[in-house]
């Protein structure tokens, strides 16, 4: 049976460090969210090192059935190819399922700036809130 993701252990979840910081974002869960769906909130700088963090973090949720990926992005102060790579992987392995999807919402300016020249924006759904990317993913 899979776990709300109220109930999802944020001790066992969250990475806090003052490069990067992959918690459960509570604050943010959009009315009718699923079970299979979770909402997560990234801050600080994704680049070569904490994108190992984060794709584990990411990895685990689809490991235990979370098929919906909401990201809040306001507080990333910078993204690399390899924190790109890392929303691509996560795509393809849900891609790959058959079913679910990720979703990033509030991005910070840097973050917009860069999944617009990347034209990542065309794979990696994106919305100003909660409610916008997760009416991107519904089914």
Known sequence: ?????????????????????????????????PREAVVVRI??????YSAQIMKEKFFHLLDRGFYYILVNMENV???DSSGLGV????????????????????????????LELTKLKSLIRVGSTSEEAWKLLAP
Do not use: C, W
């Not at 459960?24 to 009315?31: E, R, V």
């Open 77 to 79: 102060k910078y993204i």
């Open 87 to 114: 929303f691509m992987a996560t795509h393809s392995r849900l891609v790959k399922a058959g079913r679910g999807g990720i979703a990033v919402f509030s991005p910070s300016s840097q973050v917009n700036k860069i």
């Open 1 to 33: 049976m899979l776990e709300s993701p109220l109930d999802l252990d944020s001790s066992e979840f969250d990475h806090n460090a003052p490069e990067l910081g992959v918690v459960l974002d509570k604050d943010h869960i959009p009315k009718g969210l």
């Open 43 to 48: 801050y600080g700088e994704i680049n070569l």
